[in-house]
T-cell receptor
């Protein structure tokens, strides 16, 4: 019973490098989302998806891309990492649009 | 569009009560409450839908005032395990639209 699985858990990048944070859920949830968490700022929505093939922007989408080719997977891509993207990233999913969010364990990203 | 939480931090002794408030300038469809322990993912506590309902979860309950667009989380007879950061999340849309925004969080510390 895996729930929401995020990889990697830790990553260090240099400015300008690209990478993909992976997120997979095995609960057949239609809704998936990515948040970043910075000290004192709570969780800020980056992108979300209401189903395969459908994505939309949240509060802080700049510098991030997403795609949703399957119900299970929702990867987050950083095309050219910047120090301002140093953060803890959480992927979440829910059954319905306003249902309980199930969070992954988080991915701590440091950009030097 | 982020909801506003207050207070930012609370320190309690075991057995004391606390109230955490969450307010929005927008009409809300639902309010979620989550608790996050240090270094862990947020964990769902409860959801309240518009209609002014009140819910309970052990000694933790919440209310939702639709007219004021406010929700309050009540923690009674606090236990050491209640320590953590509490976040409210608000969704503006209907059941199929979960563009959820979180407040900055309230750090609760319960001391023996």
């Amino acid at each position: 019973n895996a729930g929401v699985t995020q990889t990697p858990k830790f990553q260090v990048l240099k400015t300008g490098q690209s990478m993909t944070l992976q997120c997979a859920q095995d609960m057949n949830h239609e809704y998936m989302s990515w948040y970043r968490q910075d000290p004192g700022m709570g969780l800020r929505l980056i992108h979300y998806s209401v189903g395969a093939g459908i994505t939309d922007q949240g509060e802080v989408p700049n510098g991030y891309n997403v795609s949703r080719s399957t119900t299970e997977d929702f990867p987050l891509r950083l095309l050219s990492a910047a120090p301002s993207q140093t953060s803890v990233y959480f992927c979440a999913s829910s059954y319905g649009g306003a249902g309980e969010l199930f969070f992954g364990e988080g991915s701590r990203l440091t950009v030097l | 569009q982020q909801p506003v939480q207050s207070p930012q931090a609370v320190i309690l002794r075991e057995g004391e009560d606390a109230v955490i408030n969450c307010s929005s300038s927008k009409a809300l469809y639902s309010v979620h409450w989550y608790r996050q322990k240090h270094g862990e993912a947020p964990v769902f506590l409860m959801i309240l839908l518009k209609g002014g309902e009140q819910k309970g979860h052990e000694k933790i309950s919440a209310s939702f005032n639709e007219k004021k667009q406010q929700s309050s989380l009540y923690l009674t007879a606090s236990q050491l395990s209640y320590s953590g950061t509490y976040f409210c999340g608000t969704a503006l849309g209907d059941y199929n639209n979960n563009d959820m925004r979180f407040g900055a969080g309230t750090r609760l510390t319960v001391k023996p």
